[in-house]
C-alpha cells in the first residue's frame, strides 16, 4: 500500500538552530513530493514540492527539502529556526498511476519554536 | 488562501440535520477535494472531483455527498447518517487533476463543522 510516514508528532527547536522535519515514503515508481504548513484554524500552504533532478529543494520562507531515493526520504529542512516557524507541518505524496488525483497526506508534525 | 474560499466559518448544527459547506475556487482548476481534519490528526479524504459532473468517494465519504456542476463549485453536504460530524473541513483544488500529479494543491481557510 503507498504511504507517507512522519515519524515524529512533534518537534522542538530553539530559535536561532536548523530543524529538520523527518517524511518517508511508500510508494511505487518515482513519487511527486511535497511539503505544506498549516497555521492554527487555517487551511494548508504549499511550501516546496520535488518533481525532478535536484535532489535539493528550496522553497517559501526559507525552508528546503532533501530527497533521498535510496532511504525513500523528503525531510524538510531550515538552517535557522524562527518563533514564526511554529505550525503544522505535512509531507504529501502524489503517485503516478491511476489514483494520480488522490494525494496522501502524512499523519503531521507540529513545530515548535522556543525563544 | 489562494483563490479558494470556503463558507461559513463557523457551522453549528443540531443532530438529524443536513448541512451545506460551500467551496468556490477562481483558480480554474480542474480537480477538487474535500478533507476532514480532527484535532491533532492529518488529513482524511472525503470526496474528490477531477472534471465536472464527475466525482469519487475518498476514504471516509460515509455520511457525506457532494455535487459537482460547475467548475468552480464543489459543495459538501453533511448528512444525519454521518454519526460524529464535529471537526474542521477543508477544501483544495488542484490545476488538471489525475493528468499532472505534479501540481501543487491550493487550500481554502477551512469551515469548522460543530454538532450541538
Known amino acids: 500500500a503507498q504511504s507517507v510516514a512522519q515519524p515524529e508528532d512533534q518537534v522542538n527547536v530553539a530559535e536561532g538552530n536548523p530543524l529538520t522535519v523527518k517524511c518517508t515514503y511508500s510508494?511505487?515508481?518515482?513519487?511527486?513530493l511535497f511539503w505544506y504548513v498549516q497555521y492554527p484554524n487555517r487551511g494548508l500552504q504549499f511550501l516546496l514540492k520535488?518533481?525532478?533532478?535536484?535532489?535539493l529543494v528550496k522553497g517559501s520562507y526559507g525552508f528546503e527539502a532533501e530527497f533521498n531515493k535510496s532511504q525513500t526520504s523528503f525531510h524538510l529542512k531550515k538552517p535557522s529556526a524562527l518563533v514564526s516557524d511554529s505550525a503544522l507541518y505535512f509531507c504529501?505524496?502524489?503517485?503516478?498511476?491511476?489514483?494520480?488525483?488522490?494525494?496522501?497526506f502524512g499523519s503531521g508534525t507540529r513545530l515548535s519554536i522556543r525563544p | 488562501d489562494g483563490g479558494i474560499t470556503q463558507s461559513p466559518k463557523y457551522l453549528f448544527r443540531k443532530e438529524g440535520q443536513n448541512v451545506t459547506l460551500s467551496c468556490e475556487q477562481n483558480?480554474?482548476?480542474?480537480?477538487m477535494y474535500w478533507y476532514r481534519q480532527d484535532p491533532g490528526q492529518g488529513l482524511r479524504l472525503i470526496y474528490y472531483?477531477?472534471?465536472?459532473?464527475?466525482?469519487q468517494k475518498g476514504d471516509i465519504a460515509e455520511g457525506y455527498s457532494v455535487s459537482r456542476e460547475k467548475k468552480e463549485s464543489f459543495p459538501l453536504t453533511v448528512t444525519s447518517a454521518q454519526k460524529n460530524p464535529t471537526a474542521f473541513y477543508l477544501c483544495?483544488?488542484?490545476?488538471?487533476?489525475?493528468?499532472?500529479?505534479?501540481?501543487?494543491?491550493?487550500f481554502g481557510p477551512g469551515t469548522r463543522l460543530t454538532v450541538l
Open positions: 483544495a483544488s488542484k490545476l488538471a487533476g489525475g493528468t499532472q500529479p505534479y501540481n501543487e494543491q491550493f
Open positions: 510508494v511505487s515508481g518515482n513519487p511527486y
Open positions: 520535488y518533481i525532478t533532478g535536484d535532489n
Open positions: 504529501a505524496v502524489s503517485p503516478l498511476d491511476s489514483s494520480a488525483s488522490k494525494i496522501i
Open positions: 483558480l480554474n482548476h480542474d480537480a
Open positions: 472531483s477531477q472534471i465536472v459532473n464527475d466525482f
